[in-house]
């Protein structure tokens, strides 16, 4: 069965630093990994998606995130940190044999510091 | 297109009272999803339909909440009777049928129950 740990219900930084918002998945399959967000009061969209190909993903607003099979992980991160990427952000993962729906993490609230 | 609709924005009800939440997925999209969303259980996957069939209910947390997807541009979620416990935001989306195409979310009901 599939699975998603976001690890970090709440991450801070500084605006301008690193942020990084950790994803490790559970999958006895190839997946397809994503990223969405979801501001205040919205729905979620999507910020990037892995299927096959390239390791390393780019997403919207200069976000990326880097697919690593060994680690089992799908780290999101973007170099300097903007006070319009406060939001709450979801990893989610679905099969690529099944196709069907897909499991969403648990989120991280990602507040940005003056 | 004008994306994922969802009906109403905001609905406030007494306990006891049926509540029925309205979606309409984008066209073509043969996927549709409904999510609830609350601060203590995150986002959940109550049910999916695909071509207008229901593929997984497991998600439906009790006999109170029902779906049905009558054609491909139309979906209902109801709740009767509702109870205090099911107040959250209601989220439908959909997406077409490859397993790494994109979910669209709507913009989400918020439900009161009083």
């Known amino acids: 069965a599939q699975s998603v740990t976001q690890l970090g219900s709440h991450v801070s930084v500084s605006e301008g630093a690193l942020v990084l918002l950790r994803c490790n998945y559970s999958?006895?399959?190839?997946?397809?990994l994503f990223w969405y967000v979801q501001y205040p009061n919205q729905g979620l969209q999507l910020l990037l998606k892995y299927t096959t190909g390239a390791t390393l993903v780019k997403g919207i607003n200069g976000f990326e995130a880097e697919f690593k099979k060994s680690e089992t992980s799908f780290h999101l991160t973007k170099p300097s940190a903007h006070m319009s990427d406060a939001a709450e952000y979801f990893c989610a993962v679905s099969e690529v044999s099944s196709a069907s729906k897909i499991i969403f993490g648990s989120g991280t609230r990602l507040s940005i510091r003056p | 297109d004008a994306g994922v609709i969802q009906s109403p924005r905001h609905e406030v009800t007494e306990m006891g009272q049926e509540v029925t939440l309205r979606c309409k997925p984008i066209?073509?999209?043969?996927?549709l999803f409904w999510y609830r969303q609350t601060m203590m259980r995150g986002l959940e996957l109550l049910i999916y339909f695909n071509n207008n069939v229901p593929i997984d209910d497991s998600g439906m947390p009790e006999d109170r909440f029902s779906a049905k997807m009558p054609n491909a541009s139309f979906s209902t979620l109801k709740i009767q009777p509702s109870e205090p416990r099911d107040s959250a935001v209601y989220f439908c989306?959909?997406?077409?049928?490859?397993?790494?195409?994109?979910?669209?979310f709507g913009p989400g009901t918020r439900l009161t129950v009083l």
């Open positions: 066209s073509g999209h043969d996927y």
């Open positions: 989306a959909s997406r077409t049928s490859g397993g790494a195409d994109t979910q669209y």
């Open positions: 999958s006895s399959v190839p997946p397809y």
